[in-house]
């Protein structure tokens, strides 16, 4: 039986993820008087999630709801650390440090009354000046977790 390796946004493990989107790609131009085009600059990376919260796993709500900043107290309190670094995401196969959660959806039905079924949406955050020489530790996180 394979090993379930749990995604992590920011300290909160998923261990029932259901999907991993990542979304990414370019603008594109077209170049004047040409039936050609032209590859301008990245889109912004989203990555949505899909996980179940089954029994104990429940209590985690509260801390996810902390991440997306759902109170406006929280949100004038941490919003300084975030200008820092955004909330890091990490799973098998991608590693994303710096994200922010726009979307946190939970959904509870008479199927799974034991469950909650989770949906998050997190958009890429732009770095500041200072925190841009982080920007490179993602990609040579992720290059070195294909060899893992």
Known sequence: MALNVPVLVGAVPLLMVQSYVVNEGYKSTSIAGSALV???????????IEAFLVGAERALRPALEV????????????????????????SKNFIHLDMQITSLTF???????????VN?????????????LLGLAD?????????L
């Open 139 to 147: 990609v040579a996180l992720g290059a070195g977790s294909a060899f």
């Open 107 to 117: 959904t509870q039905d008479n199927q799974n009354r034991e469950a909650l079924k």
């Open 67 to 90: 991440l997306a900043l759902t109170s406006r107290a929280l949100a004038s309190v941490t919003a300084p650390l975030l200008s820092v670094a955004g909330i890091p995401v990490i």
């Open 38 to 48: 032209q590859m301008v600059s990245p889109t912004t990376k989203t990555v949505t």
């Open 120 to 132: 998050i949406q997190l958009t890429n955050v732009p770095r500041p000046k200072l925190g841009g």
